[in-house]
């Protein structure tokens, strides 16, 4: 007869505290065997980044998995129960591979706590350093053009002289630079005025003379995907300036960074310019976000370029400001003593004027490390 139970039913019945005891004891069994499980995946994950298999995830050997946990079900759950539990365990294991590859990465804070700052010559760029100005023309055009930028920009404290001897142009029958002529007025003009010179590298065949001119090599955004510049500037022994590719995730780019340090040179900047979107009134849109996680994720400067990105006069101020105060370490910006007659990018860099102007917006945030 169904119904309450009586007294006698009750005694054969454990008690729901004691069901439960049960339970946590298994929560407490399954626990160690998960984390035993996860020590087991961690070390083939290690296997295989020495073994240099990027790929953990691998489809046929879960489903192989899957098939064999089904076929040993002994219920009470169902089969797609079952292989929704092991699929989560998969995926957990999956990302502990991953992230413990990541952890290896030289970029990451993980394997360096501290911040990078480089010291060029006494300018110290990067962690409790100030943040700092990098400007000068887009490109090396004259040697009246970069002594009257240079003597204008030392004399308000910048020490970083940026100018372009080889440009990646958009067209091939736009002006490509001055070349070998671009670099030694380049870093003859930054001695004169006691500053830095930075100036991009577009092929590996250039890598020794462009390092024999600058202090600092710049890779642009276009030639981030470039491996085999990447290796070649990582194996020179000068710091990089390195731009984030127009459509370079994040983790692209603090990979392109990993392989300069990978080749030895830990010097590294890296340099946030925009990234392309479907948004049409600015050149490209500036990734504040990856700034904030560039900083958190990596041990290395990370300075932004407020030209490239705004591809616009009226905006540099503003981005400039948001970038310090997310945390960027410096501030790129074109600077040409005659923009509309520049013979590369005459929509955004600023004169004279528009630079003092830029600088004592800023003058504030520029005295101070940001820190974040
Ligand atoms: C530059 O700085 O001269 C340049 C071409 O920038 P980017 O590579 O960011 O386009
Ligand atoms: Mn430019």
């Not at 394997?111 to 010559?121: F, G």
């Not at 736009?174 to 003859?188: A, K, N, P, Y």
Request: net charge negative.
């Amino acid at each position: 007869m169904r119904g309450f139970p009586t007294l006698r039913s009750m005694t054969h019945q454990r008690s729901i505290e004691d069901l439960r005891a049960e339970v946590d004891q298994i929560n407490r069994d399954l626990l160690t065997l998960l984390s035993k499980r996860g020590e087991v995946v961690a070390q083939i994950g290690h296997a295989k980044t020495q073994e240099g298999r990027p790929n953990h995830y691998d489809p046929a050997r879960e489903d192989k998995q899957l098939k064999e946990i089904e076929s040993l079900n002994p219920g009470p759950f169902t089969s797609a129960a079952v292989k929704a539990i092991f699929k989560e365990i998969f995926k957990a294991s999956l990302d502990l591979e991953e992230s413990n590859d990541k952890k290896q990465l030289l970029v990451s804070r993980k394997v360096k706590s501290e911040d990078t700052v480089l010291d060029i010559d006494g300018v110290r760029i990067g962690g409790d350093a100030p943040p700092i100005i990098v400007a000068g023309p887009c490109s090396i055009e004259s040697e009246d053009q970069m002594e009257q930028t240079a003597a204008f920009l030392a004399a308000k404290g910048v020490k970083i002289l940026r100018g372009g001897a080889y440009k990646p142009r958009t067209s091939p029958y736009g002006f490509q630079g001055m070349g070998v002529d671009g670099l030694i007025l380049g870093s003859r003009v930054a001695k004169e005025h006691g500053m830095l010179f930075v100036t991009e590298v577009m092929d590996t065949r250039d890598v020794e003379i462009v390092a024999e001119h600058a202090d600092i090599l710049q890779v642009g955004a276009r030639n981030m995907h470039n491996f085999a510049l990447l290796r070649e500037v990582g194996r020179s022994r000068r710091p990089v300036l390195l731009k984030r590719g127009l459509s370079a995730t994040i983790e692209e780019w603090l990979y392109a960074a990993e392989y300069i340090l990978s080749e030895g040179n830990s010097e590294v900047i890296l340099c946030e310019r925009g990234i392309r979107t479907y948004e049409k009134w600015t050149r490209n849109t500036l990734d504040l976000s990856a700034v904030a996680i560039a900083k958190q994720e990596t041990h290395l400067p990370v300075i932004v370029d407020v030209t490239h990105a705004a591809g616009r006069r009226d905006l540099l101020i503003p981005l400039a400001k948001a970038a310090l105060a997310v945390g960027a370490d410096g501030i790129h910006v074109e600077v040409h003593p005659s923009p509309a007659t520049a013979l590369s990018d005459n929509e955004q860099q600023l004169d004279f004027a528009g630079y003092d102007k830029f600088s004592d917006s800023l003058s504030g945030l520029l005295r101070q490390p940001v820190g974040v």
